[in-house]
């Protein structure tokens, strides 16, 4: 097959001094931070459905994208950007990709014709790999764009569409193991309600959580050993969505003995819609231990739904960054660019400048979360502002060895004197290793 992003060679790290827009500022990949590669710390994917199923368009306009596949038929195109991917991967340096099963190959009539389209583009996937480096971050299933899905999947009223919806997420995971996948992703699509009216609420969450503790037998049985994800999103398409945010995630597993076997995909671009920070939902899974991979993207303030742009915000990368490195890093998980360059950009090049400005982005925070950790100010500082726990009065509270009548002795007795919490300070030097971090 011949070169399909032609005219553009493999994107190489040139330094913030480069005025090259198809060169690398600060993603160097063989660069050692903290005993790690760049590469190695970032792992960074193609998100298939954006970057090559989507077609440009939304809600008041269709496809504006430039792309040689949309002029071919169903499978053709299919076959077409197999191709497409391990070129773009390649020429971009990216060491993985990932995707839904309907994103690499088109639905049949019939659910057994689907699962032979998704035979043909697998064994197509297959063949590339073996004269390629890149690999499969994640799979997982689109159980929400087919309006069977339209009350939901493992949530719906319907059990034929629950029984569906398994056999869809079954082959899924057998074909992201077949091609060597790190991870699997549940992302819950419609698995919520509308209204309160018409839901049994106690039975769908039932149903979520025993449609999850099958998909933890069936991995068992046939031997699949990567990490199951699961991706919060608190609204859009669903107005109440069982996967809000991470904590609600979070407490849905342990409610239901679920928490062993899965960590979070977290997305920047959920957790603003969810009136979140993109730090507070990396740190609420840092802090449970349950952090496993990222969609890397940003929203728009100024818009409330899940606009999927590529991140260019170096303040919020420094600190999900920040939540990485204290995490100890992102184990089998990655940045997936699960963005989209914007509908009036819509030459195959744009692919290009829009994953370089994503991958510029999180490597020059990066930087600055090493910084921020080694010098040890911030932890220094939040150490000190809770040291009133690590000596007496403090200290008997956290050993459990004091309970309300030993407290009120105390109480009595005390002088109360605060200490101020110095945000201002705190944001400025954060300032300080944005700007001045080379």
């Known amino acids: 097959m011949s070169e399909i992003f032609s005219g553009i060679s493999k994107i190489k790290y ?39 199923a989507a077609a440009g368009a939304d809600m008041f306009g269709a496809g504006s994208y430039e792309r040689p596949w949309n002029t071919m038929s ?82 719906s009223p319907n059990a034929d569409i629950f029984a569906f919806a398994a056999a869809q997420v079954k082959k899924a995971m057998e074909i992201t193991k077949e091609l ?32 999850l503790k099958m998909a933890v037998d069936y991995a068992r049985e046939i031997g699949f050993n990567g990490q199951f994800l699961i991706e919060p999103k608190p609204k859009e398409p669903t107005k109440h969505q069982y996967d809000f945010d991470a904590g609600t995630v979070i407490g849905f597993l342990k409610t239901y003995g679920l928490d062993p076997y899965f960590k979070l995909n977290i997305e920047a671009n959920h957790a603003t819609l969810a009136g979140h920070t993109f730090q507070h939902e990396l740190a609420v899974c840092r802090i449970n231990n349950m952090l496993g991979s990222i969609d890397a993207n940003q929203g728009d303030v100024l818009l409330g739904w899940d606009t999927d742009q590529f991140p ?22 990655g940045l997936n660019f699960d963005s989209k360059v914007r509908r009036g950009s819509f030459e195959p090049a744009d692919l290009f400048y829009g994953h370089i400005a994503g991958m510029d982005t999180f490597a020059k925070g990066l930087i600055i979360a090493d910084k921020m950790v080694t010098d040890g100010k911030f932890d220094a500082f939040v150490a000190d502002r809770y040291s ?51």
């Open 312 to 333: 260019t915000n170096l303040y919020d990368a420094a600190l999900a960054m920040y939540e990485v490195l204290k995490a100890g890093g992102l184990g089998k998980g």
């Open 180 to 211: 060597g996948g790190e991870n699997y992703v549940f992302w819950g699509g419609r698995e919520g309600y509308e209204t309160l009216l018409n839901t049994d609420m106690k039975l769908e969450l039932d149903n979520l959580a025993r449609f």
């Open 388 to 438: 009133s726990y690590t000596t007496g009065i403090g200290k008997d509270i956290v050993d459990g060895k004091v309970g309300f009548k030993e407290l009120e002795k105390h109480a009595l007795g005390v002088k109360i004197k605060n200490k101020s919490g110095r945000q201002e300070m705190l944001e400025s030097l954060l300032n300080q290793y944005i700007c001045e971090t080379k």
């Open 14 to 52: 040139e330094g913030g001094g480069s005025d090259n827009p198809l060169a690398f500022k600060y993603y160097n990949p063989d660069a050692v931070i903290g005993g790690k590669t760049m590469k190695e710390h970032l792992r960074f994917a193609v998100a298939y459905w954006h970057t090559f």
């Open 74 to 155: 169903a499978m053709d195109g299919a076959k077409f950007k197999v191709e497409a991917n391990f070129e773009f991967a390649e020429k971009i340096g990216v060491p993985f990709f990932c995707f839904h099963d309907r994103d690499i190959a088109p639905e049949g009539d019939t659910l057994a014709e689907t699962n032979k389209n998704l035979d043909v583009i697998v064994s197509a996937i297959k063949d590339r790999m073996k004269s390629s480096d890149v690999k499969l971050l994640w799979g997982t299933t689109n159980a929400f764009g087919n309006p069977r899905f339209m009350h939901g999947a493992s949530t």
